[in-house]
């Protein structure tokens, strides 16, 4: 897989895939957490989703700021569409469900929200294989080893394939809404606000529910969210930070494939 949700600096290399080491970002003593925050902290360190495809659709569904209907760095679609695997899904190529599941639903989710003017084609081709894949080929999601943060995750998602009207089999995934909702009530806001922790790094699971501007307080230097393209993304895709944008712009001409993944 290509990184973690809360990526560390290491990596090892297999096959065509790599894995990144789980985050593990400072976090000031002195503030008292309850016991079932601290075990959430600790299992959003494990695990790793593939970075590629997850990271790159949150990139693409990014707009020039004077005309919607532009995307602000088309190179990330050519490498969507490169990128898809010959089962219509995203990400891994390895049979880890979880991480296919979330990888191809950010990916469905950008080809869904691209500008009129590319939903032909080669999008339209893309789109409907991994519908198909989303459809027929995830009864098996539950499966596998777990991924860091995924039931956080996959119903933001879910909640953005709903919004667009997407045909997807929502049943199958009963339940998995009601464990973030019961997650979520473990974080203080000032976890996400105030304090620098892995959550950062997936902040998009937040959804609709994150405040955005007190969330500009926890931009790196750098401009990122812990160094999350997907972080920083979901953060420019409600609100402009010239040095965000910066920090995604940084990684693609570093990578030069169309992809911000580091």
Sequence with gaps: MDRAPFKGVTTTESHDVHYTSGDVLPRPAAVPLPAATRELLASLQQGAISAAA????FVSRLRQPDDPNVMAYPQTLSFLLRSQNADGSFGTTLPIPKDKLVSTLSA????????????????????????????????????????????????????EAKVRGLPLPFERFMGISAQRDAKIG?????????????????LEYLGNRLDFEAARAQL????????SPSATAYFLLKTRDEQANEYLALLLRNRGDGSPSR
């Design 186 to 202: 473990h974080i203080p806001p000032r976890l996400i606000y105030n304090v620098k922790t892995p959550l950062l790094h997936s």
């Design 220 to 227: 790196s230097p750098n401009g990122s969210f812990a160094n």
């Design 108 to 159: 469905l989710v950008a080809l869904a929200d691209l500008p009129q003017s590319l939903q032909d084609g080669a999008a339209h081709r893309a789109r409907t294989k991994a519908l198909r894949y989303l459809y027929e080929d995830t009864g098996n999601w539950q499966t596998g080893p777990d991924m860091a943060g995924f039931e956080l995750v996959l119903p933001a998602l879910l909640d």
């Design 54 to 57: 997850y990271d790159t659709a």
